[in-house]
């Protein structure tokens, strides 16, 4: 038995499918490319970001913005990049949806590329399409090397598929090859070794965005 | 706006109380003490409950749900230490609910100790009471300094708030002082530093389960 009301949450991924169609009409009007970043809390989201805000800012105009259930020290650490940022806190929401992004979309009407840090887990961002051209999920080696079989709905969406403080692989008991096959199995996505303390992987991930920056049209329906 | 309706939400969880009670009756008619251990991915929940049960499984008659959005590498982890265990796989539910748990509390009838592994991610599980006497938090310093200020609300339920792994605290440049009086401010919870590859927090942790078998009737409504 589920609680929840099937009805229920079929009209709400229906109504958030309306909205983010409208996002993607602003987008694309606009020639805005969106990336969704996804994972859990602590798998290197916000550090993802920063680098490429770092890497990118003076020969493109980034917007960034950042969910989280509470706080704003993503929004704080983002913001003194000198770009345009937006911190969504959902309260009790474990997930962005396609009306909270709508609430902001004009704020970014002049920007070449987004960056949407999603709510800090693997389960809820799932269902919810924003409007975005790809879709990212990170893992760290730290979440153990089972995090990707547990939640395989999330892999199965994903465009490229990121895992995230290589370094600490021993350290944490874990082996990154068999991560990376279990990856393989659920998804076609690419998948990225990355480590950025010790500068691995920014570059091909950079590559990937200037890769979603020249491709057009490409976007994906939830 | 949101876009789930307030009313339904507050059906639900009405619905979910008025079942905990009937675990919870269960549990006090019994003599189950039971433990619900929040947490997100790789905070650690299996490890702890892996040494739980090898330091306590001689003196006590220990059971296990472990919850799950898919896979059951934590069963199999848990079931061949030799103790009653059940998983729960919750498909697309970021959470155990009191009904998920009513179904299988009968088969813990002869138990001393129920420990329950909720899905893995610090928001969902912080509305659903499922009849349980304590709730342990648990965060690992791999979830980065901000983890616990941008998940006020499930620091605030909890009885006991844990940080682990701390070994890694300067590999991945954090602060547990700071960890620490994050949580001091949201929580009268007691708070254990803990690191079980390094055998760091096993001994208060399992003395804080005595005491929890040794005191009756503290149980806690959500």
Same mark, same amino acid.
């Given at each position: +038995?589920?609680?929840?009301?099937?009805k229920v949450e079929a009209?709400l991924?229906l109504k958030?499918?309306?909205?983010?169609r409208?996002?993607?009409?602003?987008f694309e009007?606009?020639?805005?490319?969106v990336?969704n970043? +996804?994972?859990?809390?602590?798998?290197g989201?916000t550090?993802?970001?920063?680098? !490429?805000?770092k890497?990118?800012?003076n020969?493109?105009?980034?917007g960034a913005?950042?969910?989280d259930v509470a706080g704003?020290?993503?929004?704080q650490r983002?913001?003194k990049?000198?770009i345009?940022a937006v911190?969504?806190n !959902?309260g009790k929401?474990?997930?962005?949806?396609?009306n909270?992004? #709508?609430q902001?979309?004009s704020?970014?009407?002049?920007?070449?590329?987004?960056?949407?840090?999603?709510?800090?887990?693997?389960i809820c961002?799932?269902?919810? #399409?924003l409007?975005?051209?790809l879709r990212?999920?990170?893992?760290?080696?730290?979440?153990?090397?089972?995090v990707?079989e547990?939640h395989?709905?999330?892999?199965?969406?994903?465009?490229?598929i990121?895992i995230?403080k290589?370094?600490?692989a021993d350290a944490v008991?874990?082996?990154?090859?068999r +991560?990376?096959s279990?990856?393989?199995?659920?998804s076609r996505a690419?998948?990225?070794r990355?480590?950025?303390?010790?500068?691995?992987g920014?570059e091909?991930?950079?590559?990937f965005?200037?890769g979603?920056?020249n491709v057009?049209?490409?976007?994906?329906?939830?």
């Amino acid at each position: +038995m589920h609680l929840i009301d099937l009805k229920v949450e079929a009209d709400l991924l229906l109504k958030n499918k309306e909205i983010a169609r409208k996002n993607r009409e602003f987008f694309e009007k606009n020639g805005i490319k969106v990336v969704n970043i +996804m994972g859990a809390i602590g798998s290197g989201k916000t550090t993802l970001i920063e680098g !490429t805000v770092k890497a990118l800012k003076n020969s493109l105009r980034i917007g960034a913005i950042l969910g989280d259930v509470a706080g704003d020290s993503d929004f704080q650490r983002i913001s003194k990049l000198g770009i345009k940022a937006v911190m969504i806190n !959902t309260g009790k929401e474990c997930h962005l949806d396609a009306n909270l992004i #709508y609430q902001e979309v004009s704020k970014f009407h002049d920007v070449d590329l987004l960056l949407i840090e999603n709510v800090g887990n693997l389960i809820c961002p799932t269902d919810f #399409y924003l409007g975005e051209d790809l879709r990212v999920v990170m893992v760290s080696v730290t979440e153990g090397e089972d995090v990707i079989e547990k939640h395989p709905e999330i892999f199965r969406i994903a465009d490229l598929i990121i895992i995230n403080k290589i370094s600490l692989a021993d350290a944490v008991g874990v082996n990154v090859d068999r +991560m990376e096959s279990c990856a393989s199995r659920l998804s076609r996505a690419r998948i990225l070794r990355m480590d950025l303390k010790e500068k691995v992987g920014l570059e091909e991930w950079l590559e990937f965005i200037r890769g979603v920056l020249n491709v057009s049209g490409n976007s994906r329906e939830g």
